[in-house]
């Protein structure tokens, strides 16, 4: 079993940034895929962006040139550098690791952007 606990949302202007952490309870570096995903209100939750055990990324077309992925596995904290935030990225942001076979998911930060 491993725990998740995502931290670092909060309330910010757009064009700001914030910088989401997803910490975890077990070693992230056998994790063969880990993830921050999104949900906004009355929305499904989508995926912003991934990162693989080798270290490959792959974005959302929305948060591509903006967002970036990046995790540190002597830390076993994931993280989510938003940058030029718009009010359309309003949402929960959860954090996603996959050991295979199991999935694991955090409890959710908040994020919300004004305009």
């Known amino acids: 079993q491993v725990r998740l606990v995502e931290s670092g949302g909060g309330l910010v202007q757009a064009g700001g940034s914030l910088r989401l952490s997803c910490a975890a309870s077990g070693s992230i570096s056998r994790a063969n895929n880990m993830g921050w995903y999104r949900q906004g209100p009355g929305k499904q939750r989508d995926l912003v962006a991934t990162?693989?055990?080798?270290?490959?990324?792959n974005y959302a077309d929305s948060v591509k040139g903006r967002f970036t992925i990046s995790k540190d596995n002597a830390k076993n904290t994931m993280y989510l550098q938003m940058d030029t935030l718009k009010p359309e990225d309003t949402a929960d942001y959860y954090c996603?690791?996959?050991?295979?076979?199991?999935?694991?998911w955090g409890q959710g930060t908040q994020v919300t952007v004004s305009s």
């Open positions: 990162i693989t055990i080798t270290g490959s990324t």
């Open positions: 996603n690791a996959f050991f295979r076979p199991n999935n694991y």
